[in-house]
């Protein structure tokens, strides 16, 4: 079912799920233990400059490592915390744990920009973006280092983000980023009420993007579009290197995939942004892919 995602191991556990709601209360208690005991874990995936290939970035994916069960993915388990009203303290301890990191990584030398996923739940928090500060100012991260990603839809949700809430982050120096652009209802109207730094296009776009037309058109338009605005463009899901190249040729700017790296722990995140070379494709210059 989910293979075409990449996900197909974790059909049978998704399926089963959806069988039984004792299952779900059982796995709503192992949640809530997960959380007091750290069985989560972030892992971060690069973000790569689309001309060179060198990392701009990360991005933290949450996961959650159940004791029986093995990974449980995070379609799974973020909607079920948000059902159960899980999503802020999972949301802060993603907060917490990525200023951590940080931290850590700069004590190493290391000063990679990270971005963190929020939940449309935690947007409707009042008091978000100095939650966000706090945490940025304990592990004394500085400003433009941690950026957020929210869902197109999310954004254009009324009851979502408000144009106070992304006021008071770019004010604690917080880029904000739409996430998985083009999926929503696209009213394009957001983007010129919220000062967005990034859009994340879409993976099902980039999927069909050697293969379709229309995906390439709507790719160049949006790419257009969002350089017109002085938006970042990021390509999610990038997984071949004719997706490279098209994307490339398009004038997108950033690219995040299989194609570069799955997502990775802090420790091996950390030597691939030393050295790309021995855990993923090593890029090519832009002049090799001529042709
Ligand atoms: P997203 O933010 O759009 O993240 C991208 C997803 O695509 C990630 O799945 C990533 O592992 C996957 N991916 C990246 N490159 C490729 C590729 O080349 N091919 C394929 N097939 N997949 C790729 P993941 O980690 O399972 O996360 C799924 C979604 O769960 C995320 O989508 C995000 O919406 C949500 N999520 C993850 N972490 C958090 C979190 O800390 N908080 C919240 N609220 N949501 C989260
Ligand atoms: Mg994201
Ligand atoms: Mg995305
Ligand atoms: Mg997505």
Redesign the pocket.
Known sequence: CAK????ASYCFFESHMTESSRDQTELLRDLRRAIERRQLE??Y?PKVDARDGHITGV?????WRHPDRGWV???VF?PLA?RAGL?GA??DW?IEEACRQMRRWLQDGLRLKVS????VH?LRQPDLAQRISQAMQRHQVPPGLLSC?I?ESAAMEDTGITRGLVDQLAAAGVPLSI??FGTGYSSLGYLRRLPVSEL?I??SF?LDLATSGDACAIVDAVIRMAHALGLTVVA????TEAQRRLLNRLGCDQL????YA??MSARLIATWARDPAPTAVTPQPVEQLAG
Do not use: C, F, H
């Open positions: 075409q995602n990449g996900r972030l892992m995936q991005e933290a994916l949450l996961r993915p995070p379609v973020v948000e999503i999972l949301g993603v963190i996923n929020l939940s935690q990603e869902t996430d998985d994340k879409d993976r980039v999610e899901g990038v997984e995040q995939g299989y194609l799955k997502p």
